[in-house]
Nanobody
Framework: VQLQASGGGLVQAGASLRLSCAAS????????LGWFRQAPGKEREFVAR????????YYADSVKGRFTIFRDNAKNTAYLQMNRVKPEDTAVYYC??????????????WGQGTLVTVSS
């Protein structure tokens, strides 16, 4: 599976932004899809993930209620809808995919990242 993240850019605080993650490969629909981010000088952190069907989603507390992850397996694409963004959301955002093995997700595949900058 190859992943291509896009949709980043410069936005003002309070605005909305939608990131996309386009995947190639027939097994995309069977994988968990996750979004991660890495801010300057910080470690990469989990943002959100969706089960293979998109029916189960999980979010980091810092984005819960503002971000929504969803996927369209027919289009091999996943999305991260970011609403009411804050300056602390500034980071490079990565999408990743992998199997759920006995309740533990192993993210075997990573996209190249897309930069989101939120101005105050």
């Amino acid at each position: 599976v190859q992943l291509q993240a896009s949709g980043g850019g410069l936005v003002q605080a309070g605005a909305s932004l939608r990131l996309s993650c386009a995947a190639s490969g027939r097994t995309f629909s069977s994988y968990v899809l996750g979004w991660f981010r890495q801010a300057p000088g910080k470690e990469r952190e989990f943002v959100a993930r969706a089960s293979w069907s998109g029916g189960r989603t999980y979010y980091a507390d810092s984005v819960k209620g503002r971000f929504t992850i969803f996927r369209d397996n027919a289009k091999n694409t996943a999305y991260l809808q970011m609403n009411r963004v804050k300056p602390e959301d500034t980071a490079v955002y990565y999408c990743a995919a992998g199997p759920n093995a006995a309740g533990k997700v192993v993210y075997d595949y990573w996209g190249q990242g897309t930069l989101v900058t939120v101005s105050s």
